[in-house]
């Protein structure tokens, strides 16, 4: 008998009804400390809203309301293209205050320019960040198994699988979390090596699937990724705080970042891993490109103290509050065809820590962080408690 599928009745970026949405959380510095030039609230769409740099892609959803509005010394922003945006079906409005209100255009791809001006005049003009229009896919659950299939055009179809049901009881608290991607980009040649953030390319969003014949050329698992701007937040601050430290990098090497659902199990990756859901990668330094972990810690060596560099630094701007927090697991190998160390990094929205070090074969458990931030083995809150144990 052939399942039944029904569409799901969401608003843009919004869980499924009677699920609760996670706020975000206040940063604990200044706003301006960061450099971002623009503050973006999508409404409804957590995972689209953020701060942006000078040079970013501001990717937004498709028929959605926006607000933009500039921080620190830039006072003054506007479209490069009104009537465009206009012929696109876009509608603005600008504020005495020098942000923007904008409804976006329903045609996906869409492009346009934010031009960022120090006066109330439209020069001179100090800064380009360009505006891209998100594809939206169609959603669909299965009311028998509660799983949801995800369609973009002809191009992709993979079905999500159904928190409720998962082993983990982390995943089940927070099955709000869980629910599929709404809003994609693809990858193509023309905009694979535009930037998302000064330090991450659009490329980088899909890994390339690794071949023993070297001689093939390189390819994509999928062309398509869900944009998750609280994971390219991440992911720059981290980039910043690791040159700050005078660690030396054009930008952070990503082994994994999205994949679809179809190519983690194929890979082995766990059911609800977060790279399903587009707000996960994997990184390490890599500065000549061989696939291999740079000696970070200058000690001789290249193993899961490196990671524990990275790690560390994470840990500390999740506990700043300066980034959304999620999980952090350390790695280290001693194969020779190994990139010896990495860290994924992830903006689930709670906190969970793993580690592991791989020597001789062998499996060491990394525990690497203050045992009352996290524990694995840490009972299931009671059915109806308001918090789980931990949790603030």
Partial sequence: ??????????????????????????PAR?????????????????QLSGRYWSGDMVCLPPASRVKIKPVSKWPRTSLGNEKEWKAAGGTFEKKADGSLQLFTPQLAGARNTLNLSAGPGAKPVLAHITIAILHEAEIARS????????????????????????RSWRVRRHK??????????????ENGKQLLAPHLQVGQMVGFVTTKD???????????????????????????ELLAKKVKFKRLAINSCFRTPRYNRKIGGSSFSRHIYGDAADVMIDRDG???????????????????AIGRILRRLEKERRVRPGGIGVYGFDKADSARSYVHLDARGFLTRWGAAYK????????????????????????????????K
């Fill in 290 to 308: 061989d696939e291999v972990c740079d000696d970070i810690t200058a000690d001789g060596a290249v193993d899961e103290k490196d990671g524990l």
């Fill in 143 to 166: 009311k028998r198994t509660g799983r949801w299939r995800v369609r973009i055009a002809r191009e992709f179809s993979h079905t999500y699988p159904n928190p409720a049901k998962a």
């Fill in 30 to 46: 200044k706003p301006a400390e960061d450099g971002a030039l623009l503050g973006v609230t999508v409404e409804g769409v957590l």
């Fill in 1 to 26: 008998m052939a399942v039944l599928l029904f569409l799901v009745p969401l608003t843009a970026g919004c869980p499924p009804a009677g699920e609760p949405a996670v706020p975000p959380k206040a």
């Fill in 360 to 391: 001789g074969g062998r499996r060491r458990t990394l525990k690497w962080w203050p045992p009352e931030e996290y524990r694995e083995d840490q009972k299931p809150p009671e059915e109806g408690s308001a918090r789980e144990p931990g949790e």
């Fill in 176 to 189: 709000h979390l869980y629910a599929p991607p709404r809003f994609w980009m693809k990858i193509t040649p």
């Fill in 214 to 240: 070297k001689s093939k050329p390189k390819r994509r698992h999928s062309r398509w990724f869900p944009l998750n701007r609280p994971l390219v937040y991440k992911l720059e601050i981290l980039s910043r």
